[in-house]
């Protein structure tokens, strides 16, 4: 099924990957995996990992998780760029911007309760991010438990898709409604040396495999991150 008939966007946030461009043929999945992450690194100003070129030793991740449910949700997406040398992290929060009567931006909940710990950022029209400041957390620790888990291991290809979510018909108005029900999603790319690797885990817990625990466990970790 085509990524579009999703109600969740980056995990029911930021709309069908491919609103707002043009369909002449259904995308590959390797293309509508780089249309999510493309978004979600446009709004937190990250560059495009698919197409960095990293100096030599040095490998990036990036993890993308949610429970889905909530539209304007903020989602955390935890990056961690490690060097022969050293461990660098870093977590924000990337949500779908809402609109008052006036046309006003509406500041989300977690940007107002954290005072400045949630500094409201827009690179991308309708979206916006922050990152948190997380200066206690070891990012060295963190990187090991990513390591033991295999977190480097899980991409061993661009584009890979797995869905656990249910397609069910419903009826509205005389009329026959493809629903698309969904619990969460988990978005990840990494780059080591010249392999680039991206994937989508749909509804996670309704899939089987050897790397869906692991891929569970990654994801408890960056939504813990983000509540620090």
Request: proline share 8%.
């Amino acid at each position: 099924m085509a990524a579009g008939s999703l109600i969740a966007a980056l995990a029911i946030t930021f709309c069908a990957p491919h609103v707002g461009y043009p369909q002449a043929a259904p995308l590959s999945q390797e293309a509508e995996v780089a249309i999510m992450l493309d978004r979600v690194n446009g709004a937190a100003g990250l560059p495009q990992l698919r197409e960095s070129i990293l100096p030599p030793g040095t490998r990036e991740l990036r993890f993308l998780a949610s429970d889905g449910g909530m539209m304007w949700r903020g989602l955390p997406l935890l990056r961690i760029v490690q060097t022969p040398d050293s461990v660098f992290g870093e977590v924000y929060l990337v949500w779908y911007d809402r609109l008052d009567s006036t046309g006003t931006p509406i500041e989300p909940n977690w940007v107002v309760s954290s005072g400045d710990g949630c500094v409201a950022r827009q690179y991308r029209p309708g979206l916006s991010s922050c990152k948190l400041p997380l200066w206690h957390i070891s990012w060295p620790e963190v990187a090991d438990t990513l390591d033991r888990l295999g977190a480097w291991d899980l991409f061993p290809t661009a584009g890979l898709v797995r869905r656990g979510d249910r397609t069910v018909d419903s009826s509205a108005g005389g009329l026959i409604v493809t629903v698309t029900t969904e619990q969460g999603s988990i978005f990840g790319e990494a780059r080591i040396g010249d392999h680039y690797g991206s994937l989508w885990y749909s509804a996670p817990d309704r899939l089987a495999g050897p790397e869906v625990p692991p891929l569970r466990r990654v994801a408890a970790i960056v939504k813990r991150l983000s509540r620090q």
